[in-house]
């Protein structure tokens, strides 16, 4: 007797073929959905770790991109002040030339007026320069922090020029650096550091003439102004000798008054009296002294105040001396300020140097950044292909299977 065994379906295996069939399905689903947005990691739940990762990078590239917006801002400022320094150089080589021009022997006293107009003129420019703000509406040469007009001046009383502001210059960061340079640096004046005098000699008819003020130790300048008087001029005590016994007044009062100094020379010369009781500065008189005759000596607290100083003197020039007097002094304080102006135009470079430097690194950080990202999520094509078309090889043997199971049924073998 021959026995025959047949495998009969079952509610069992009908729901472990659907859900087979399903699971698949929302595998194939998944893969699909994975190469279609070029990610392996579409939602948190696929990889957690991973997408924290990739997370915290987009993090990082979204600050760095913040931090490269407000650079370039910084840039743009710092550049247009760097620009406005090179235009204050220009209208200071302008002025210097013409104040050479006004010391020459043939200029009249009305040509040397029309001079000091044309020199006004230059003076305004120079000012509103210093005053300039970028795009924003903020002062270029704010400091650490400035009103809007930074610069305020003529003014009546002392100083003539005042910065109104907190001098100093903001730091740089790894990721930034200021919108303002220091404009008290560039463009104010200190006396120990600086030594700028102006020098005038008084009453208009007399014969001495002056040198630079010297700083021979800064430590001991305090910023007062001299006024230093000739008392008496010996020619008869000592034979051949001639004496000057002269004061010297001090502006605020600080150490002086410094009374009954003497300086001799032979009668047949002209005086050369070093001058050096002024607290760390010195200064040569030369010419011929007499009794009442001053020099005064008054430190110029600002750019400004020197191309001032220039203007008046050059303008109010009565001859030819005094003209070569205020012209001599005006160069050299002109060379000094323009020395503070072209320093602050190298930090200027120094910052915008200090920029690219920066941008090159967040562009590396963000290289970084973005290769991270692409490792926690982005998709490797190639596997993505290949475990899609095994997913849809199984899903369509999973349909097979399951058209042949659905066959086996207790009513098709009693059929």
Known sequence: MTTSFSRLGSA????????????RQTALSN???NLTSGKKVVRASDDPTGAAQAERALNRMSRIATDQRALESQRNSITVAESTLGDVNNALQNFRELVVSAGNGVQTTADRQAIAIQLTGLRDQILGLANTKDTNGLPLFSALGSALTPFV?????????????LPGQSTSSEV??????DGDSAFMLQSARDGVYNVSASPASTLLKTGSVAVSNSSLVSGSAYTITVGTVDTTTVPGTTTVTYGITETPNVTGPFNGLTASYPSTQTANIAVTAMPGLSLSITGTPAVGDTVTVKPSPSLFSVLDNAIRDIGG????????????QALGNIDIGMGRVSAARGQAGDLLNRADRITANQDKRSIQLEADRS????LDMVKGISDFQKAQTGYQAALQSYAQVQKLSLFNYIS
């Open 31 to 33: 893969l699909q959905e």
């Open 153 to 165: 001046g003529p003014q009546s009383t002392a100083p003539d020029y005042q910065f109104n502001g």
């Open 12 to 23: 069992n295996t009908y729901d472990n073929a659907l859900r087979n069939i399903a699971n």
């Open 317 to 328: 020039a009565a001859n030819s001396a005094a003209a070569a007097q205020a012209v001599g």
């Open 176 to 181: 930034a650096i200021p919108f303002a340079l």
């Open 375 to 378: 490792r926690a999520e982005d």
